[in-house]
């Protein structure tokens, strides 16, 4: 059976860590001395990568060299094994695993949609790395807007209940900014609320999925009115389409 937890790295990276039977594969692992904690006397079979910022590639070598392990990410990361691109596919734990291209947050960034079916569990497994997160998504490092809106919509066509695994514990922070975006969403509020709950106890926020994310992510509901008539009453032009609604809310979240 797979089972699947985080590492926690840094102040707010986590580093999924993907078991199943006797194999261990682990995503963005910025920092191998957590890992390394982790696997205890198991070993490493395999990595996934989902870009090339640092606090997702920094234990790449020391992994490696450590397990002599293939690592799978794009071809712009240094110590790729196995570069992937979009419509790619590979196998994880005896699972096939889907590439998608997702650019906005820097232009190499993919998602990688891995398919559990083991003939008792059907379910979708979203390491979307820093484009998408739970109420939230990554600023614009690289790309332009409508890249990452676009990449967005790609995202948020997955099958709802799909279970989104992305790489920071930003949650809060996030579902009070979209408590100011759409104070009329009510969906938010009660999520922020159950949100507020687990951090006082130390827990964390995600797996999140994609029904979650289409109810109380504003950066997904650039279509609702409500979000629209917010851009426009604070500098966007009048009747703005949804990718200069997401330029609004992305450049208001940057400084909120």
Partial sequence: MLTISPIA?????????????????VVDPGDA?????????????GILITHHHWDHTGGIAELAAEYRCPVYGPGSVGGVTHPLAAGDHCEVL???????????????????????NDGRVEQNHL???????????????EGTPAQMYNSLAKLSALPPETRVYCAHE???????????????????????????????????????TIGEELATNPFLRCHIPALARQ?????????PDEVEVFAYLRRWKDNF
């Fill in 9 to 25: 790295a840094f102040s707010d990276n986590y580093i999924w860590h993907l078991q199943r039977d006797e194999q261990d594969w």
């Fill in 33 to 45: 001395g957590p890992v390394l904690n982790a696997l205890g006397e198991r070993k490493l079979d």
């Fill in 94 to 116: 005896g699972f096939p695993v889907s590439v998608i291209d997702v650019p906005g947050h820097t232009l190499d960034h993919l998602a990688l949609l891995l398919r559990e």
């Fill in 127 to 141: 390491f979307c790395g820093d484009t998408l997160f739970a109420s939230g998504c990554g600023r614009l490092f």
């Fill in 170 to 208: 930003y949650t809060l922070a996030n579902l009070r900014f979209a408590a100011a975006a759409e104070p009329g969403n009510q969906a938010v509020h009660t999520r922020l609320a159950q949100v507020e709950a687990l951090r006082a106890s130390g827990k964390t926020t995600l797996p999140s």
């Fill in 231 to 239: 851009a426009a009453n604070h500098g966007a032009a009048e009747n």
